[in-house]
């Protein structure tokens, strides 16, 4: 028999998002199922098995069947999302550089950004090529 506070109930939100309800411990399932919204679809219970645990991407879950997945493609729309604010934040010293035109140090934050943009360029590549959540999370750790 399987542990109650093991139970969630998933639905997809008319957004296409999926939203998780974790019942209260000591509250029945059927009282939290009350709860859904009239507009969910793909309501199902399932364990804590079937939610992927990494939140990374939260917002590419599915709900499939008795399982909530990562979808690839939204996958991938965020893992762009998170690199582009990677690039932005190691561009940052170099771009405050640049707008100040600061003699003698502008040629090397300039080179600096370029290589800052080549690696991007390989990471984005990879993001492109990957072919699950799990080569995503390899790319963006790189």
Not at 66 to 85: G, M, Q
Not at 93 to 113: F, M, S
């Amino acid at each position: 028999m399987s542990d109650p506070q093991d139970k969630r109930i998933i639905f997809t939100r008319p957004d296409g998002g999926v939203s998780v309800i974790i019942p209260a411990p000591d509250v029945e399932l059927a009282r939290v199922m009350q709860d859904v919204p009239d507009d969910a679809t793909d309501v199902a219970v399932v364990t804590v098995a079937d939610i992927p645990q990494d939140r990374l991407f939260r917002g590419a879950w599915k709900a499939e069947g008795k399982k909530c997945v990562e979808c690839p493609v939204k996958s991938k729309e965020i893992a762009h999302e998170l690199r582009r604010a990677k690039r932005a934040a190691e561009f940052a010293p170099h771009d405050e550089v640049i707008a100040k035109q600061l003699p003698g140090k502008a040629k090397g934050a300039e080179d600096e950004r370029q290589k800052i943009r080549d690696k991007d360029a390989k990471r984005q590549l990879a993001i492109d090529a990957a072919a699950d959540t799990a080569e995503l999370r390899k790319c963006l750790a790189e």
